[in-house]
């Protein structure tokens, strides 16, 4: 399957919120597995990964087309220039990687469908998950 095949297929499969979900899903599981491995380049690769998700939303929640309330987006960039800063001291294992982790779970958590029915479509299967990924 090529690749622009795969990314069609996937956008038809799940709505945009279910992919960010995703996506801080995967990095915030390749931070936990690095950080139990205490292996610094697995480390400092999982937490580069999350800081350019955190940059990619910085420039989504900047953009004029970006939706949500100015409260809400100035609270998210809050977090996210922080997530900027104190990944670099993480990268040089001067500070944990788990307040990145614990921020990143408080945001899926506030993602997750509050309908019960719905929960089930944004949860991600454990096994299997590739979390080597790059943006």
Not at 4 to 11: E, I, L, M
Not at 99 to 113: D, F, S
Request: net charge neutral; aromatic share 6%.
């Amino acid at each position: 399957m090529s690749v622009a095949a795969y990314q069609k297929a996937n956008q038809n499969a799940e709505n945009p919120r279910q992919t960010e979900y995703r996506a801080f899903a995967l990095f915030t599981r390749a931070m936990e597995d690095a950080d139990k491995e205490e292996n610094a380049m697995e480390r400092i690769r999982a937490v580069a990964n999350n800081r350019r998700l955190w940059l990619t939303m910085q420039m989504d929640l900047l953009s004029e087309d970006n939706a949500l309330p100015d409260d809400l987006k100035g609270r998210l960039l809050s977090i996210a220039f922080w997530v900027g800063r104190y990944s670099l001291q993480a990268m040089k294992g001067e500070a944990s990687v788990a307040p990145l982790i614990a921020v990143n779970k408080q945001i899926m958590e506030g993602m997750r469908p509050k309908d019960p029915k719905k929960i089930e479509e944004a949860t991600l299967p454990q096994a299997g998950l590739e979390t080597k990924l790059t943006l």
